[in-house]
């Protein structure tokens, strides 16, 4: 199909019928750094969900809508257009990334009716109601940037979009969204007072999507006198010195040879270099050695929010809970398409520091405390970790 639209273009119906292959091909790659971003010409013909969803328990629910639709939130959902949950969930997999649900969902949401097209969305839910949900035009921004308990919302002492700070008595909670900007560095170090006159630091950093991982490793810098080992990584190497020596010696062998040659695989002669790498900044380098650390992750905790879990993991310098991580790693390179999207695929291979792969399978908590439908808006993982005794991890 691929190559047809390459050699052909008038070869495909439509442009979002290339764009629906195009996605399924890559997701092929199951890897959550590499995904197909829709050209404008589709995006801005998409219409958007009045509601937001989320998978807990397994079941596919409403967490937030529209007001209209409040009466269906938590309502476990059985059909959606006629088809089963589990069934459109996993079209979302084969269109975004395989092996994370969260993921492909999370994706979906910010171009819905490029996958269902239909005028009007009819949901079947398991108590049997039936309810029809009208798109809206623009999309809706369901939550604030972060769902603070109501017992703590007095004690906030900064928000903005990408960081809260909410200092307790002897705790002081950090909810990084993501990592996107330095303007997240210098928000949190203009806050050490407050950090210094604490006895634990708890890193919220559910649902954070990445971003520059060096921003990352400069926040985890203050809990660290010296340099912090971030990961394992592995970059492909071309020998072109090999290539040319191994065309002359084939040059001349007939073609109908060349496969059983002894050095014909030598012609895609390429190789992995293995590099253990590492961060350090200076002017960072133990201002809050002596806290206490927890860090809270989700299934959406993604990217450079991995590298800075794996940071506290691999020293065993923090208690990490919640749910496993997303499960991926590692830089992505963009390549502009011709028809106006982005392909976005992994450029390094990366390991955790002990050599152990978490691609697709993601950093595990030591506490795992998973979301229950019976919770609601209730944040049990932030309650465990107040609750656990304050002692050096």
Request: proline share 4%; aromatic share 12%.
């Given at each position: 199909?691929?190559?047809?639209?390459a050699n052909?273009?008038?070869s495909?119906?439509?442009?979002?019928?290339?764009?629906?292959?195009?996605?399924a091909?890559?997701?092929?790659?199951?890897?959550?750094h590499?995904?197909?971003?829709l050209?404008?010409?589709i995006?801005?013909?998409?219409n958007?969900l009045?509601?937001k969803?989320?998978v807990?328990?397994e079941?596919?629910v409403i967490?937030?809508s529209?007001p209209?639709y409040?009466?269906?939130?938590?309502?476990p959902?059985k059909?959606?257009?006629?088809r089963t949950?589990a069934?459109?969930?996993?079209s979302?997999?084969?269109?975004?990334?395989?092996?994370?649900?969260?993921y492909?969902l999370?994706c979906?949401?910010?171009?819905?009716?490029?996958f269902?097209?239909?005028?009007?969305?009819?949901?079947?839910?398991?108590?049997?109601e039936?309810?029809?949900?009208k798109?809206?035009?623009n999309q809706i921004?369901?939550?604030t940037?972060?769902?603070?308990?109501?017992?703590?919302?007095?004690?906030?002492?900064?928000?903005n979009?990408?960081?809260?700070?909410?200092h307790?008595?002897?705790t002081t909670i950090?909810?990084?969204?993501d990592?996107?900007?330095e303007?997240?560095?210098?928000?949190?170090?203009?806050?050490?007072?407050?950090?210094?006159?604490?006895q634990?630091?708890i890193f919220?950093?559910?649902g954070n999507?990445?971003?520059n991982?060096?921003h990352a490793?400069?926040?985890a810098?203050?809990f660290?006198?010296?340099?912090?080992?971030?990961?394992k990584v592995y970059?492909?190497q071309f020998?072109?010195?090999?290539y040319?020596n191994?065309?002359?010696?084939l040059f001349h062998?007939?073609?109908?040879?060349l496969?059983n040659?002894e050095?014909?695989?030598?012609?895609?002669?390429q190789f992995?270099?293995e590099?253990?790498?590492?961060?350090?900044?200076?002017k960072?380098k133990?201002?809050?050695?002596?806290k206490?650390?927890?860090i809270l992750i989700?299934?959406?905790t993604?990217?450079?929010a991995?590298?800075?879990?794996?940071i506290?993991?691999?020293?065993?310098?923090?208690?990490i809970?919640?749910e496993t991580?997303a499960?991926s790693?590692g830089q992505p390179?963009?390549?502009?398409l011709?028809?106006?999207?982005?392909?976005?695929?992994t450029a390094k291979?990366?390991?955790h520091?002990?050599g152990?792969?978490?691609?697709n399978i993601?950093?595990?908590?030591?506490?795992?405390?998973k979301?229950k439908l019976?919770d609601k808006h209730?944040?049990?993982?932030l309650?465990?970790?107040l609750e656990l005794?304050?002692?050096?991890t």
């Amino acid at each position: 199909m691929i190559l047809r639209v390459a050699n052909d273009p008038s070869s495909v119906p439509s442009i979002e019928v290339f764009y629906h292959d195009l996605m399924a091909f890559v997701s092929l790659l199951n890897d959550g750094h590499s995904r197909i971003y829709l050209p404008q010409k589709i995006k801005k013909r998409i219409n958007y969900l009045p509601f937001k969803l989320e998978v807990i328990e397994e079941q596919l629910v409403i967490v937030a809508s529209l007001p209209e639709y409040h009466s269906y939130h938590f309502q476990p959902i059985k059909k959606i257009n006629g088809r089963t949950a589990a069934d459109f969930l996993h079209s979302l997999c084969t269109h975004y990334w395989q092996s994370n649900t969260m993921y492909s969902l999370i994706c979906f949401q910010n171009e819905p009716s490029f996958f269902l097209p239909d005028d009007s969305l009819l949901v079947e839910f398991e108590n049997k109601e039936l309810a029809t949900f009208k798109w809206n035009n623009n999309q809706i921004q369901w939550d604030t940037p972060f769902n603070i308990p109501s017992t703590i919302v007095d004690k906030v002492i900064f928000s903005n979009k990408n960081l809260l700070i909410i200092h307790l008595p002897n705790t002081t909670i950090v909810k990084i969204k993501d990592f996107m900007s330095e303007q997240v560095v210098e928000d949190f170090y203009q806050h050490l007072p407050y950090l210094q006159a604490s006895q634990e630091i708890i890193f919220d950093i559910r649902g954070n999507a990445g971003g520059n991982s060096g921003h990352a490793n400069e926040i985890a810098q203050a809990f660290f006198s010296d340099k912090i080992q971030t990961e394992k990584v592995y970059y492909q190497q071309f020998d072109a010195e090999t290539y040319a020596n191994i065309t002359q010696t084939l040059f001349h062998v007939p073609k109908d040879q060349l496969q059983n040659h002894e050095q014909w695989n030598y012609l895609n002669h390429q190789f992995l270099i293995e590099k253990n790498e590492y961060d350090f900044y200076p002017k960072r380098k133990g201002l809050l050695k002596d806290k206490v650390v927890k860090i809270l992750i989700d299934h959406l905790t993604y990217s450079s929010a991995e590298n800075f879990a794996i940071i506290f993991d691999q020293s065993g310098r923090g208690l990490i809970l919640g749910e496993t991580s997303a499960g991926s790693t590692g830089q992505p390179a963009l390549i502009k398409l011709k028809t106006g999207g982005t392909f976005m695929v992994t450029a390094k291979k990366v390991l955790h520091p002990n050599g152990h792969s978490h691609h697709n399978i993601g950093i595990m908590p030591k506490v795992t405390l998973k979301k229950k439908l019976s919770d609601k808006h209730t944040d049990q993982v932030l309650k465990k970790a107040l609750e656990l005794s304050i002692e050096k991890t």
